[in-house]
């Protein structure tokens, strides 16, 4: 059988098992190793499935196993573990209440200011996953808890995750850099403009959100004296000397992004015990939680790790790339097929994996258009993170969704999503026809 | 008892992420203060990720934590919901055993070829193999126990408990806009 | 016509990949089309240090494996990657190239492994690139924050070195923060990288390289090819040595003429400094004769063996330049 034809199939069939609320990573891992079984069975020409066991087996387990077995992740359980402690002990409370104080008259200002929590965080982290995990642990329940709608509270940081990988540093920018051969930190420049266009839109859009329905922002009611306001400040310190100590220690040459994270957490269970809000009870209990989220949340990664291996083995990628090669599309027709295939492809793969699967093709295309490589970069990342919050398969939905727990479902995440993206879309627009946004920063420097 | 194993196999998990934030911790303290170090701290840590994320996998079973996408399904009556939670759990089932086979056969290969990882200490292949096989394993055997669970509930009439994110969450406010 | 798979870890860009595409167009142009090369690049099918497994289940039918992830499994390649005083890429990627096509008991140690060897790379020669200090002797390095890879790594931990653990493609950063005050690598890599910007100095060691790397192949998917299609693919793996050999040595000047124009100082490590490093190389080299023979091989023959060929290939070199300039 034809590997493509397989390859589509396997498309639908995910789409259906989700339909039936089979699990997520389930779905992936099972249509991932059907899949691979086929292929490997029929490869021949005849069917032969002894022949298929060994390398099936082989490639679901080295696929799984080394998305797990690895150093450079071990800052999403550090990260979901320094959301807990940072609860439990009182940080990240008592950052919401001087946000929500300070902002009392911006409507929706406490969704707002965490956005831009996420704009900043995504400039340690170099992952969109860790930017998300981290930040919807700390997010998502506070905005709960000051009644805004749930679909904001979770949409809002779903989103505003995607930031990670635009904003510097970004572990997707160095592997386009590798596969492109252009410079990373040229790359690293031209996502800054772009990443605070993005996070501008989200703003944007949670004004207009708030302001058709002021309800899903409950405003701040009670009488603000500026001593409220200069105390509420006073009690968010140790947030603030977490973040500083994050970004003094990575830009200050001490660790790295990756360290920072087990740095970040000793210091918080530090403050927590100095402060008396921290029990080793508590840290237990939320070291629990951070192991059991963290490992739903590797097994969805890892599950996804084998579907794509599997679609690389279809060869349905080539195909794709090839089919808009030969139909020699002017340059505008062209831009608009590669923002659908990046597009599409989002739905059901993960940022990685499109790019491994398609940047040997889709790079000479582009470069025999003639078009800037950083730039092509930034939309190719732009495109690859809208990817993560679209559905069915939107990694950064189900970081929230595993993180909020029974308090929202999936759906109204996804459909908090829509008036993000639709925004998105429009800043997508703007960073395809304005190489300028891109490229200022980088050529000025 | 199986219970208890979930319990002890999430608690090694946390001495596993308390043990490696502290290997990295120390090691940054080190290079910072004498200009020191932990030797072949990358390689402990990826096998302590693996102690980590896997060994929890029975209890995040358990806690039905896997994330399920259910607009369709949460529209049908509450029995053929049930059913398909069971067949979500078949489907499981079936995604888990070539893993399962796999990882025996890495443990396996990994402790009588003696394989190591290349650094100072020369550490062996074999400890993140088979961790790996015991999560999956106990993952697999309760996933096993919650779909004869979960059959039983439904031919005696009842509903099986869904995911973490049910319909009844759904409906609990009133706001579907 | 039969299509083989190829899983490679590494991008379709670089010396490397254009040698790896050179052997997969060899290969089809030897067989006259009935065998055709499919490369999956970029670990789509398996990560590096999965490769070996991936290879021997027959996940792809070829694929590149890099010896310093399987010590054990390996043992014989890593004879590439030690410290020995052979900085020259072309020289010793044929003396690895003619140890591992010509040693019964190398074939029969991967024949266990369900391998067959069919051609090899090299990363070239090793040197050292540093931020607001440089490496003029083995004493420098003293006290110094350096990344580094494989035994040259050992080496500088035992000279004194912190050693810092981070990939290449974090070693801008590193040093650019000031995390990092050297970085192990090679010329193409740093210019590659642009590591010029925030390097201040480049030592050239010539001392060794890391070149147990190469393409091996499924025993079954072997066996199950015509003596003549064997032979193409293993011609062809021959040849990979002359292709990334040339390639390399252009990438590598023109990478040191950029750093130059970049202001970076380039200094030749003096010879009795580069000795001092070979020695304390030579536990290392000790090291892995035991592991050898601990693997059922002869460790100390081979190294001999493959010193013999090193100096052959240099003698030729030398009297015939190389292939290319021929
Ligand atoms: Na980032
Ligand atoms: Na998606």
């Known amino acids: 059988m034809d590997g493509s034809i397989i390859g589509i199939c396997a498309f639908a069939a995910v789409i259906g098992l989700l339909a039936i609320r089979v699990p997520i990573a389930f779905a992936l891992a099972a249509i991932g190793t059907i899949g691979t079984f086929v292929i490997f069975a029929t490869r021949t020409g005849a069917f032969t499935p002894d022949r298929a066991v060994r390398p099936t087996t082989s490639l679901v387990f080295s696929n799984s196993f080394d998305l797990i077995h690895s150093y450079d992740l071990s800052m999403i359980p550090l990260f979901i573990a320094l959301g807990h402690i940072a609860y439990r002990a009182d940080i990240t409370t008592r950052i919401y209440d001087a946000a929500r104080v300070w902002l009392a008259r911006v409507p929706g200002g406490v969704a707002m200011a965490s956005v831009v929590g996420c704009g900043g965080f995504s400039a340690i982290t170099g992952s969109s996953i860790a930017c998300a995990s981290t930040m919807g642990r700390i997010c998502s329940p506070e905005m709960l808890r000051m009644g805004y709608d749930k679909s904001l509270a979770t949409a809002s940081v779903a989103a505003g995750g995607t930031l990670g990988s635009l904003i510097p540093p970004s572990v997707l920018f160095i592997i386009y850099g590798i596969f492109t051969e252009t410079s990373i930190s040229s790359l690293f420049l031209a996502g800054i403009l772009p990443g605070i266009l993005s996070l501008l839109g989200f703003l944007l859009t949670i004004f207009i959100w708030v302001k058709r329905k002021p309800s899903a922002a409950p405003a701040f009611t009670g009488v603000i004296t500026g001593r409220d306001k200069w105390l509420a400040a006073v009690g968010a310190w140790p947030a603030l000397a977490l973040f500083g100590l994050i970004v003094g220690g990575i830009y200050g040459g001490f660790f790295t992004a990756t360290e920072a994270a087990a740095i970040c957490v000793a210091a918080a269970i530090l403050i927590g015990f100095a402060q008396r809000k921290l029990t080793l009870t508590d840290l237990w209990e939320s070291l629990r939680e951070t192991c059991i989220q963290t490992s739903a949340i590797f097994l969805i990664a890892a599950a996804a790790k084998i579907f794509v291996a599997f679609i690389a083995l279809t060869g349905v990628a080539p195909v794709i790339v090839n089919g808009v090669s030969d139909a020699q599309l002017s340059p505008v027709v062209l831009l608009a097929a590669i923002a659908l295939i990046y597009l599409v492809l989002g739905m059901f793969l993960d940022p990685i994996g499109i790019m491994v699967l398609t940047l040997p093709l889709m790079v000479p295309l582009v470069e025999s258009y003639g078009f800037n490589l950083i730039w092509f970069g930034v939309v190719v990342i732009k495109l690859l993170e809208i990817g993560l919050i679209t559905p069915p398969v939107g990694l950064n939905v189900f970081v929230i969704s595993n993180v909020v727990g029974k308090a929202v479902p999936i759906d109204r995440i996804f459909s908090g999503i829509t008036r993000f993206l639709a925004i998105d879309v429009l800043v997508l627009i703007l960073i395809m026809s304005f190489p300028i946004i891109s490229l200022l920063i980088p050529n000025s420097l | 008892m199986l219970h208890r194993i979930e319990r002890l196999l999430l608690d090694l998990a946390c001495c596993a992420v308390v043990a490696l934030g502290a290997l990295i911790t120390i090691s940054v303290a080190l290079r910072v203060t004498v200009n020191g170090g932990i030797p072949d701290t990358i390689v402990m840590v990826r096998e302590l990720m693996v102690m980590a994320i896997v060994l929890p996998l029975a209890a995040a079973t358990t806690a039905r934590a896997h994330i399920v996408v259910e607009f369709l399904s949460n529209r049908m009556p509450l029995r053929t919901q049930g059913w398909l939670v069971v067949a979500g759990g078949v489907m499981g089932l079936l995604a888990l055993s070539p893993l399962l086979y796999a990882g025996w056969n890495e443990a396996a290969h990994a402790i009588t070829g003696g394989s190591y990882y290349f650094g100072q200490l020369n550490l062996p292949k074999w400890p993140g193999r088979v961790l790996f096989l015991i999560g999956m394993s106990f993952c697999w055997l309760r996933l096993l126990l919650l779909v004869i669970g979960d059959v039983r509930t439904l031919r005696s009439g009842g509903v099986p408990q869904m995911s973490q994110t049910t319909t009844s969450s759904f409906t609990e406010d009133g706001d579907k806009s | ?311 052959e290939f240099t003698a030729e070199r030398d009297a015939q330049g190389y292939p290319w300039d021929r």
């Open chain 3, 1 to 311: 016509q039969t299509t083989l798979i190829l899983g490679e870890a590494g991008p379709n860009r670089g010396a490397r990949a254009v040698a790896t595409q050179a052997f997969a167009d060899d290969v089809t142009a030897r067989t006259n089309g009935d065998l055709q090369i499919d490369i999956q690049w970029g670990g789509a099918l398996f990560k590096a240090d999965a490769a070996l497994q991936g290879v021997s289940d027959g996940v792809a039918d070829l694929g590149t494996i890099i010896g310093v992830y399987f010590p054990q499994e390996m043992v014989a390649y890593g004879i590439a990657d030690l410290p020995l005083q052979n900085a020259d890429a072309w020289v010793g990627m044929r003396a690895t190239d003619a140890l591992m096509r010509t040693d019964p008991s190398i074939a029969a140690n991967l024949a266990d492994q369900d391998l067959v060897y069919l051609g090899t790379f090299t990363t070239s020669a090793v040197n050292i690139g540093c931020k607001d200090t440089a490496i003029r002797t083995a004493e420098d390095i003293e006290g110094l924050k350096v990344r580094g890879v494989g035994a040259y790594g050992k080496v500088f931990n035992d000279l004194g070195a912190n050693m810092v653990a981070m990939s290449i493609y974090d070693a801008y950063q590193g040093l650019d923060t000031g995390l990092l005050d050297c970085s192990q690598g090679y010329s193409y890599a740093v210019a590659a990288l642009k590591q010029q910007e925030v390097m201040t100095s480049y030592t050239l060691m010539d001392w060794g390289q890391v070149g147990a790397l190469g393409i091996f192949m499924n025993k079954f998917a072997y066996d199950a090819l015509s003596p003549e299609h064997q032979q193409a693919l293993n011609d062809a793996g021959v040849g990979m040595a002359d292709t990334l050999g040339r390639l390399i040595n252009a990438d590598n000047d023109a990478a040191v003429q950029t750093m130059q124009e970049a202001g970076v100082e380039v200094i030749t490590l003096d010879a009795a400094e580069r000795d001092k490093l070979v020695a304390r190389g030579a536990p290392y080299i000790d090291t892995w004769i035991e592991q050898a023979n601990a693997a059922g091989l002869d460790g100390a023959g081979m190294l001999d063996r493959y010193r013999t060929l090193l100096a």
